[in-house]
């Protein structure tokens, strides 16, 4: 029986170490379709402040319009509609309205032909700033 020391251990993971990395080094180069444009529109509603009420806002208002989100259930197995959807719907149109806050008026399930059921929720867009 061959007793292997700790010096030839390490140096045995050093080679296949180097060898793997240096094999990773020169795979395959990978394209996608990702770009920081989608990935801005992708986040877009996480730069939208929901308030309950136009008195919480903040700052300097200017008012840049109505908006409006819906939420589908096209399906018998899919999700049902539901007001988190559609918020987040609205706040992405929002969002290219480059407004960063929201006050929702209303959510309402409504009959659609497209939908087994869709709740659409309506709000106003804002662009607040500090000064």
């Keep these: 029986m061959k007793i292997i020391s700790i010096k030839q251990i390490v140096s045995l993971l050093t080679i296949s170490t180097v060898t793997l990395l240096s094999a990773c080094a020169n795979g395959p180069s990978v394209e996608t379709n990702l770009d920081k444009e989608n990935f801005d529109e ?7 402040t929901v308030y309950q009420t136009e008195d919480e806002l903040p700052g ?3 008012s840049l319009g109505l908006i409006e989100g819906e ?6 197995n899919d999700i049902p509609a539901n007001a988190a959807d559609a918020r987040t719907m609205a706040r992405e ?7 960063n806050a929201v006050v929702f008026t209303s959510c309402t399930l409504i009959e659609d032909q497209q939908c087994l059921e869709m709740m659409v929720c309506y709000g106003k867009a804002f662009q607040v700033s500090d000064h």
């Design 60 to 62: 300097k208002v200017v």
């Design 42 to 48: 992708y986040f877009a509603a996480g730069n939208v």
């Design 93 to 99: 149109k929002a969002a290219s309205m480059e407004a």
């Design 71 to 76: 939420s589908c259930k096209a399906k018998e």
